[in-house]
C-alpha cells in the first residue's frame, strides 16, 4: 500500500516537472519569438547597409539577402569616404558626455535636498518637480529659444545643456530612490563631524551608485538621441550632433542612403555599449526607485 | 564673511543650498518661458511689427479644423499607446519575473535595444520599411500572407498602425523593464503564502503582482500620457517631414512646430502650445486625484 | 563575462571611431586652404558631383582670399554653393580692389529655411547670403523684411532678365531675391515606351489627344504601363491649367480664391484617368522623390509634366535611360492656350544683418544675372537661364558635348524657344504656403485617392483657408 502511494507521488511530481518543463520551453520560446519580431527591423537595417541606396530607393527596405548587390562598400565609405559623419558622432559622444554628467550631479543634489532634510517648501517643491514632469517641454520651446537669443546662448553647448539641466524625471527618480536610504546615517555623519556638504557627497553619494546607473542609462539615451533642441540651438554644421547630421542626408534632393543606413547602425552601438555595462545595476536602481511611487 | 559660510554650511540652510538648481532652473526656463508663450499667444509677432491682438488666435484657434484633427490624432495616438504599453509589457513582466524563462538577461537586453536607438534612425527604418513599393518589407509581409500591396502611410488607419508599432516596438521593453523593477519590491513570502494556499499562477497575478504594480502603473501611466501628447519625432520622421497626407500624422506638437517654426507664427504657436499645456495638465491631475496620488503626498 | 567582454569590445569600436573622427578633422584642415586658393578644381568636382550623390552631406567650404571681404552664404543644394564658387572665382579675378571670401554652408532645405525666419525674427545670426526655395518666400515677406533691397543693383542686368522672374521676389515694387531659372515646365515622354505603342508625341497636341495616347499606351500594354502618374503631393499640373485659362489662385488682393474652372477641370480629367485605368497615383505623392524616380526607371509611366529644372534628375538618378526622353510643350485644353507656366525657383537675398549688404548685393546680382553668370547657371545646374538671350546662342544651344543636351532625344532649347512667349506666371504670396498645403495634404489626396467630390473638396479647403491672414 505504501510503496503504491509512493509510486504516485512520485508519479505526480514527474507530472509536476513534466509541466514546468513544458511551461517553460513555451515561455522561453514566447520571448524569444518577441526578441525576434524586435530584432527584426535591426536585421532587415544591417542587411540593407550592405546593399547600395540606390537599390533602396527603388525597392524599400525589406529582408532581401542578395549577395550579388551586397558589398562592404556603405561601410568602407563610412569610414574613408568624405563626410561629416565622424564629426557628428564626436560632437554627440561629447555633448552626451558632458550633458549627462552634468545633470546627474545637479540632480542628485537637489534629490538629496528634497529626500534628506524636512523644510518648509518641500513638499511645495516636490510639487513644481512633479508637475514640470507632466509638462511637455515642446511648448516652451519657442520661448526658450528666444530667451537663448537674449543670453545669447545659440550655437552654443552650454545653450543645448542648460536648459535641461535640471531633468524632473531624474530628480524625481533619485528623491525616490533617496526617501529609502537610512537617514540615520546622517546623524551619525554629523557626530563625525562632517559637514553637511561633506555627508552628501562622502557618506551618501557612494550608496547612492545603483540610482547613478540607472540615471545614466536613462539620460546617455535622452542626450544621445535628443534633436528637436539642438537642432534649433545649433547653427555652425560643425556643431552638428548625430541624429541632427543624419536628418541632414534625407533632403528633397536627394537622400543619401549609402551613409544614412550605415551610419544608423554605427550609431547605435556606442548607446547599446553603455547599456550592456551598466545593465545590472540598471534593474537593481530602477528597483529602489522611481516605481515606489 | 565667516558668518555667511557658518549660515550657509548650517543644517537649515543646506537643503536650500541643494534645491538651488532646481529653483534657479525653474524660474529661468519654466516659469519666465511660460509666462513669455502666454504672453505671446495675444500677439501677432512678425519681425519688426509686433502687435496686441487680444483673443483673436485663440478664436482662430476653435475654428481651425487642422488644428481639431491634430487634437484627435494626439489623443488617438496617446489613447493607443496607454492600450498597448501598459498590459501588456505588464504581462510580460509578470512571466519574466517566475522561473520559468531561460536566457532572462538576453532577452531583456534585447527588448530594451529598440529604445536605445535615436527616432531619427528608427523612423526612417520604418519609413523604408513602409515604403508603398510592392518589394518593401510590410508589403512583403502582407503580401506573403494573401493581401494585395498596401499605400501605408498614406490611409488614416494604416498611418497610425505604423505610428502605434514603432511606439510598441520601441517602448514595450522599457515598461517591461519598470514593471520588473515594480515586481522586485514584491516581498517573497507573499508568494510563498499564495503557493501554500494552492493559488494559481494567474491568481497570484491577479490577486498579488496587478494590485501591487500600482504605484509602478501609476508611474509608467504618467509618463505614457506625456510622451503619447507630446508625440512629434515619431511622426516627423515616419513622414520624412511635418507632412502626411490628410494630416494623418500630425499631431498636436507637430502643428506647433509647423505654425511656430516653420511658418513663423510664434503668436498663434504659442496658443497651440498653451491648449496642449491645459490638455496635459487636466488629463496628469485627474488621473493622479483618481489614483488618490495627492492623498498620499499629504499625508 | 560574455556579457562583459562584448560591451568591452563595444568600447573599443567607440574610441577606435573617436581616434577616426580626429583624423578626419585633420583632414578637413587641411583641405581648406587647398580649396581658399580659389583654384579651378571646383569646376571639375562641380560637374563630377552631378552623377554622384555621395557629396551630399552637410559641407561646409570657404573660397577665395584670406585678404577679402568675409562672407558667410547659406544654401540648400550643395550643387549650387558649387555655382557660386565658380562665379565667385570670376568675381575676385575681375575685381581685385573689391575681392570677397565666402563660406558656403549646405543645410537640408527644412533646416535652413527655419533657420534663416528665426534669424530674422532674432535680429542675429543670418548670414551674408541665403538662396530661398520660392514656396517658402512668402514666409519670409512678413512683417518689415530683413533684406537688402536689390533694385539698383539688378538695375545693370535688367533688361536681360524675363521681369517675371524678378516681380516673384519682390513685395511693393523692391525687389529683393535675385532669380535662379524661368522653370519653364514642360512634357517629358518615354520616347521608347510611347514608339512602341505607336503614339507620336509630337502629334499630341490637347489634353483630349494626350487622353487618346493614354487609352493606346494602356491598351497596348494590357494595363501594365500607363500614360502618367498624377500628383497626390504637388501642385504642378493644376499650374499648368491655370496658365493655360489665364486664371490664378489667389487674388490681386492676396486672398485665395481656389473654386476655379481650371482646376476642376484638371481634376476632373486625371480622375478620369485614374477611373479608366490610364493613369496611376505618383508612388510617394509626386515625381520628383525616390518613388518617382524608381517609376520612372522602371519604365511605368510614359510621360509627365514638369519644369525644365528637371533635367539634372534624370542625368542624377536615371542615366542609364539616357536617349529615351524628349521634351516638348505641355498639351492643353483648347488649342491657342498658352503651353507653359514657371514652376519653381531659388531667389537669392542679401540679409540686412550683413555689415557689407552693398558688396554682397553687387556680387550676388552679378553671380546670377550676368551673362557670364548664366551661361555658368545652364552648364553647372542645367537650368533654364532667366536671360533668354542664352536660349538662342549657338554656341551654347548646339553645344552636344554638354551633358543635358546629351541626354535627351531632342535639344531641349528647341522646345524652350517654342514655348519662349507661352511661360505663365502664377502669382506667389503669403497666403501660398497655406495653399499648396491644403491641395498636397488634403485636397488631392482626398479625390484621387479617397473617391471625394471635387467641388466639395474645394469649397471646405476655401473656407479653412480663408482662416488664414493674407
Request: proline content about 4%; charged content about 20%; some cysteine.
Amino acid at each position: 500500500m505504501g510503496k503504491q502511494e509512493n509510486s504516485f507521488e512520485i508519479e505526480k511530481k514527474v507530472g509536476m516537472a513534466l509541466k514546468t518543463r513544458i511551461l517553460s520551453v513555451i515561455a522561453t520560446s514566447f520571448f524569444a519569438a518577441l526578441g525576434i519580431i524586435v530584432v527584426f527591423p535591426f536585421f532587415v537595417m544591417v542587411i540593407a547597409s550592405f546593399r547600395p541606396g540606390k537599390d533602396i530607393i527603388r525597392y524599400g527596405l525589406a529582408l532581401q539577402i542578395d549577395f550579388d548587390v551586397m558589398s562592404f562598400k556603405n561601410y568602407k565609405y563610412l569610414f574613408t569616404g568624405n563626410h561629416a559623419y565622424f564629426t557628428w558622432f564626436k560632437n554627440s559622444l561629447v555633448l552626451t558626455l558632458l550633458s549627462v554628467v552634468l545633470t546627474l550631479i545637479v540632480c542628485y543634489f537637489v534629490a538629496y535636498g528634497l529626500s534628506m532634510y524636512k523644510f518648509k517648501l518641500r513638499n511645495f517643491l516636490f510639487f513644481l518637480v512633479i508637475a514640470t514632469m507632466m509638462v511637455p517641454f515642446e511648448i516652451l520651446m519657442l520661448p526658450l529659444f528666444q530667451e537663448m537669443i537674449d543670453l545669447k546662448l545659440i550655437d552654443t553647448t552650454a545653450g543645448v545643456i542648460l536648459p535641461g539641466l535640471v531633468s524632473a524625471s531624474t530628480v524625481f527618480f533619485f528623491r525616490q530612490y533617496m526617501m529609502g536610504l537610512p537617514h540615520e546615517l546622517l546623524d551619525a555623519g554629523r557626530i563625525d563631524g562632517s559637514t553637511e556638504y561633506g555627508i552628501c557627497i562622502k557618506i551618501m553619494l557612494p550608496i547612492t551608485k545603483p540610482a547613478f546607473a540607472a540615471m545614466a542609462i536613462l539620460s546617455s539615451m535622452g542626450a544621445w538621441n535628443s534633436m528637436l533642441w539642438p537642432l534649433l540651438v545649433y547653427r555652425s554644421a560643425s556643431k552638428f550632433t548625430l541624429p541632427i547630421g543624419l536628418n541632414t542626408l534625407l533632403t528633397p534632393y536627394g537622400n543619401n542612403y549609402d551613409l544614412l543606413i550605415a551610419g544608423s547602425c554605427f550609431a547605435v552601438l556606442p548607446i547599446f555599449a553603455i547599456f550592456l555595462a551598466f545593465q545590472s545595476y540598471f534593474i537593481d536602481g530602477m528597483t529602489a526607485g522611481a516605481v515606489k511611487g | 564673511m565667516k558668518s555667511l559660510k557658518k549660515v550657509l554650511y548650517s543644517q537649515k540652510a543646506a537643503p536650500y543650498v541643494f534645491v538651488l538648481p532646481f529653483l534657479l532652473s525653474f524660474m529661468f526656463f519654466w516659469i519666465y518661458p511660460l509666462f513669455s508663450t502666454v504672453k505671446m499667444s495675444f500677439q501677432s509677432i512678425l519681425p519688426g511689427q509686433v502687435e496686441w491682438i487680444g483673443l483673436e488666435n485663440y478664436q482662430k484657434l476653435l475654428k481651425d479644423r487642422v488644428f481639431h484633427l491634430a487634437i484627435k490624432n494626439s489623443f488617438t495616438y496617446m489613447f493607443w499607446t496607454l492600450v498597448l504599453l501598459i498590459p501588456f509589457p505588464m504581462i510580460y513582466a509578470c512571466i519574466m519575473d517566475g522561473k520559468l524563462v531561460k536566457a532572462k538577461g538576453l532577452f531583456k537586453a534585447l527588448l530594451y535595444l529598440p529604445a536605445l536607438t535615436s527616432v531619427v534612425v528608427a523612423g526612417t527604418m520604418f519609413r523604408l520599411m513602409f515604403a508603398e513599393m510592392e518589394t518593401s518589407q510590410m508589403n512583403q509581409i502582407v503580401q506573403w500572407l494573401g493581401f494585395g500591396p498596401i499605400k501605408w502611410l498614406k490611409g488614416k488607419y494604416t498611418g497610425m498602425f505604423a505610428l502605434l508599432l514603432v511606439a510598441c516596438w520601441r517602448w514595450t521593453g522599457v515598461n517591461m523593464l519598470y514593471y520588473l523593477s515594480g515586481l522586485k519590491n514584491i516581498d517573497n513570502s507573499l508568494y510563498e503564502s499564495a503557493e501554500i494556499d494552492g493559488a494559481s499562477g494567474f491568481k497570484k497575478f491577479l490577486y498579488i503582482q496587478l494590485p501591487l504594480l500600482k504605484p509602478t502603473t501609476i508611474y509608467v501611466l504618467t509618463i505614457s500620457i506625456y510622451a503619447g501628447l507630446a508625440m512629434f519625432l515619431e511622426s516627423f520622421m515616419l513622414w520624412n517631414g511635418n507632412a502626411s497626407p490628410n494630416n494623418i500624422g500630425l499631431t498636436i506638437v507637430g502643428y506647433l512646430y509647423r505654425r511656430g517654426i516653420e511658418k513663423n507664427q510664434l503668436g498663434y504657436a504659442s496658443a497651440v502650445g498653451l491648449v496642449l499645456l491645459a490638455i496635459a495638465l487636466f488629463i496628469n491631475i485627474i488621473q493622479l486625484i483618481w489614483n488618490g496620488t495627492f492623498k498620499k503626498e499629504e499625508r | 563575462m560574455k556579457k562583459k567582454l562584448l560591451s568591452m569590445l563595444l568600447c573599443i569600436v567607440m574610441l577606435a571611431s573617436l581616434f577616426a573622427a580626429c583624423g578626419k578633422k585633420d583632414d578637413a584642415d587641411n583641405k581648406e586652404p587647398g580649396t581658399q586658393q580659389g583654384n579651378d578644381e571646383g569646376t571639375d568636382e562641380g560637374n563630377d558631383d552631378a552623377g554622384d550623390e555621395e557629396g551630399e552631406a552637410t559641407a561646409i567650404t570657404t573660397v577665395g582670399p584670406d585678404s577679402g571681404t568675409k562672407m558667410e552664404m547659406w544654401t540648400f543644394v550643395e550643387l549650387h554653393s558649387q555655382f557660386y564658387a565658380e562665379m565667385l572665382n570670376l568675381w575676385n579675378e575681375q575685381n581685385p580692389d573689391k575681392q570677397i571670401q565666402i563660406t558656403f554652408t549646405t543645410y537640408p532645405y527644412g533646416d535652413m529655411h527655419n533657420k534663416l525666419l528665426m534669424s530674422n525674427q532674432a535680429g542675429t545670426g543670418a548670414p551674408d547670403l541665403c538662396d530661398i526655395e520660392i514656396s517658402q518666400f512668402p514666409n519670409f515677406m512678413q512683417g518689415e523684411v530683413q533684406f537688402r533691397e536689390l533694385n539698383e543693383f539688378v538695375d545693370k542686368y535688367r533688361d536681360d532678365i524675363v521681369p517675371a522672374r524678378l516681380e516673384i521676389y519682390s513685395k511693393d515694387g523692391k525687389e529683393y531675391g535675385a532669380p535662379t531659372h524661368v522653370g519653364a515646365t514642360v512634357m517629358f515622354y518615354n520616347t521608347e515606351i510611347l514608339e512602341k505603342y505607336g503614339v507620336d508625341y509630337t502629334t499630341i497636341k490637347t489634353w483630349d489627344d494626350y487622353t487618346e495616347a493614354a487609352k493606346k499606351v494602356a491598351e497596348g500594354s494590357n494595363g501594365e504601363v500607363y500614360m502618367t502618374s498624377v500628383d497626390t503631393g504637388g501642385t504642378d499640373w493644376l499650374w499648368v491649367a491655370m496658365a493655360e485659362y489665364g486664371e490664378d489662385y489667389t487674388t490681386d488682393e492676396g486672398a485665395p480664391n481656389i473654386e476655379l474652372q481650371s482646376i476642376k477641370n484638371m481634376l476632373n480629367m486625371q480622375k478620369g484617368w485614374l477611373d479608366e485605368g490610364l493613369a496611376i497615383v505618383s508612388p510617394g505623392g509626386h515625381v520628383d522623390l525616390e518613388e518617382g524616380f524608381a517609376n520612372l526607371g522602371d519604365g511605368k509611366i510614359a510621360s509627365f509634366p514638369k519644369a525644365m529644372w528637371f533635367m539634372s534628375r534624370f542625368l542624377n538618378y536615371l542615366p542609364e535611360m539616357a536617349g529615351k526622353w524628349a521634351i516638348a510643350p505641355c498639351p492643353v485644353f483648347e488649342e491657342g492656350q498658352p503651353r507653359s507656366v514657371g514652376i519653381g525657383g531659388t531667389g537669392t537675398v542679401v540679409s540686412l544683418q550683413s555689415k557689407n549688404a552693398d558688396l554682397a548685393a553687387e556680387f550676388i546680382t552679378f553671380a546670377k544675372l550676368s551673362y557670364e553668370g548664366n551661361v555658368k547657371i545652364w552648364e553647372v545646374l542645367g537650368f533654364d537661364t532667366c536671360n533668354t538671350e542664352i536660349w538662342s546662342d549657338p554656341e551654347i544651344t548646339s553645344d552636344t558635348s554638354n551633358q543635358y543636351i546629351a541626354y535627351f532625344v531632342n535639344n531641349p532649347f528647341d522646345a524652350l524657344n517654342e514655348i519662349k512667349d507661352e511661360i505663365g506666371v502664377i502669382k506667389v504670396g503669403k497666403i501660398n504656403p497655406a495653399i499648396s498645403e491644403q491641395f498636397n495634404l488634403t485636397i488631392l489626396n482626398n479625390v484621387f485617392e479617397n473617391g471625394a467630390d471635387i467641388d466639395e473638396e474645394l469649397k471646405m479647403a476655401q473656407e479653412q483657408l480663408e482662416l488664414e491672414d493674407y
